[in-house]
């Protein structure tokens, strides 16, 4: 007879049979703490991440995420539009979402937070930042970006995204992607900053779009502007015409 050794929902056999238990290893506190890394550990810090999310942003109400650069200063340009558009946000009815780091995801923050609206960070664990801005009255700190995006794309009906680099490209054009893929019900997105962002969108339209790897409705998604007032006044009138229901 084969020897075999059911662990859970498996079974082993031959030389793939472990020694021990999984409670002997739970309780044994003399043993390696090397199993706290493994991948099937890592799926319930996953589950914690996403329930501890949930939990924290499931009674937001109405919010605009608000995406820029860590390395915006306050007294530039950048900073103080960003901190205006948390203020006017907060003051047409919205909750503030950002990432919870520095530069302008702190002016974002702190114009939310002064003007007596919902602040919100989403942090995340990076080997350069130490952990949410002072303004971030509500705080949830991630491990794993996926789980911090799901969080933006859920609780946000729609983004302002300032000027920045990859982390921000990158959270544009996932939203923009799952919005042309039908993964998301599309929401409104635009980019605060003419000179910045002219670059991109140029290229959008006459390198890609004349490639045809995308099509005029992808673009049709982005509004680009340097007024706050008309960047919450899009979010504005998506919220009069009935918000999606994701």
Known sequence: ?????????FVQ??????????????????GPSDW????????????AEFIEGFGALAELGPAIAVFGSARTHPGDTTYER????????????????????????EAANK?????????????????FESGLNQWSDIGVNFRYFFARKTMFVK????????????????????????AQTGKVTSFPVVLLGV???????????????????????????????DDVEEAVAVMVAARQNGWPTR
């Open 1 to 9: 007879m084969v020897k075999s050794k059911t662990k859970g929902p």
């Open 13 to 30: 056999r031959r030389y793939q049979i472990d020694e021990g238990t999984t409670d002997q290893r739970l309780l044994d506190s003399r």
């Open 36 to 47: 706290i890394h493994t991948d099937p550990w890592r799926v319930m810090r996953i589950q």
């Open 82 to 105: 960003a901190e205006q558009t948390g203020r006017a946000l907060v003051d047409a009815g919205f909750a503030v979402i950002t990432g919870g780091g520095p530069g302008s995801m």
């Open 111 to 127: 114009g939310a937070s002064e003007a007596g609206g919902v602040s919100v960070g989403l942090g995340i664990e990076l080997p």
């Open 155 to 178: 609780y946000s009906q729609g983004f302002i995204v300032l000027p920045g680099g990859f982390g921000t490209l990158d959270e544009l054009f996932e939203a923009l992607t799952l």
């Open 195 to 225: 000179a910045y962002w002219s670059g991109l969108i140029d290229w959008l339209r006459d390198t890609a779009l004349g490639e045809n790897t995308l099509k005029q409705s992808d673009l049709d998604m982005l509004r680009l502007t």
